[in-house]
């Protein structure tokens, strides 16, 4: 079953405002990937679970039509009105049920959304939608970040964990599939053609309110706000007031690296 955590207008605007587009590294692999699977001229791309388009208007520099969807009216109503271009459209409907014909996708991706599908429902469909030959790239963040400003970088990351592990405290079941590297749904893609690489590293330009932002845009933050909104507001606070003070520095607006490991299934039918 899938699990839908991403739905109100308040936490898809927190999304859109918060959620970084896939780094470099992430970018470099699924492109070196589908040009060695000869899907890098594709005609038409899904970007399943697309949330806000962040991965979805990647996608768009690179091939000619591309659709991104989603299951929450919210993300897709923020992914709209974000600046693209005239190859991106998008599509309010569920993973597990795309609305795309038989063999007739030429690459099917998804950007830190698949561990909250239907895994086994969203396989069958894949594996339908997307024509023989056809490639799919699933990938996602994990929850082992660091930040980094000049020679305190250590401590900083310490502050940025000790919120974020807090925060983790309220993340849903279905977050094992990302705590195990996505191996569960490497092994649930039907093809034999695929492989999973664990150890892409993106250094993430950000300032310090955008780290904050970026936590408050977890599922897991959206659950701590909801149980108890005095306390997930003053952890944000208290977390963006320790950082300035590691760093030296007062505004909420100066630059730092946030580096992300990303994992990334990728496969082709």
């Known amino acids: 079953m899938a699990t839908q955590m991403f739905e109100g207008k308040g936490h898809a605007a927190v999304y859109q405002k918060y959620r970084f587009a896939p780094g470099k590294e992430l970018r470099e692999t699924i492109l070196t990937y589908l040009r060695e699977k000869g899907t890098d001229a594709a005609e038409l791309v899904v970007d399943v679970g697309c949330g806000s388009g962040q991965g979805t208007r990647f996608l768009a520099e690179h091939f000619k039509k591309v659709v991104g969807t989603d299951i929450s009216e919210a993300q897709i109503q923020e992914a709209r009105e974000a600046p693209s271009v005239p190859s991106v459209s998008y599509l309010v409907c569920p993973a597990e049920e ?36 056809g490639c799919v790239a699933l990938s996602t963040y994990t929850v082992d970040m660091s930040v980094r400003y000049g020679n305190c970088s250590e401590q900083l990351t310490k502050v940025f964990r000790e919120c974020w592990d807090l925060i983790l405290k309220y993340s849903h079941s279905r977050i094992k599939f990302v705590l195990e590297d996505y191996k569960e749904i490497f092994e ?51 977390t963006e007031k320790r950082m300035l003070e590691t760093m030296g520095v007062s505004s909420r607006e100066t630059p730092v690296e946030f580096w992300v490991r990303h994992v990334c299934v990728l496969g082709c039918k």
């Open 98 to 133: 795309l609305p795309f014909e038989d063999a007739s996708v030429d690459v099917l991706t998804s950007f830190t959304a698949v561990h909250w599908f239907d895994i086994e429902k969203f396989m069958r469909e894949a594996n339908r939608v997307l024509k023989p030959g």
């Open 188 to 238: 649930a893609l039907p093809f034999p053609d695929k492989k999973r690489i664990t150890n892409i590293f993106d250094n993430i330009p950000m300032t310090v309110a955008s780290v904050v932002g970026y936590m408050e845009s977890a599922s897991s933050y959206q659950v701590f706000q909801k149980n108890d909104p005095k306390a997930a507001k003053s952890l944000l606070q208290e």
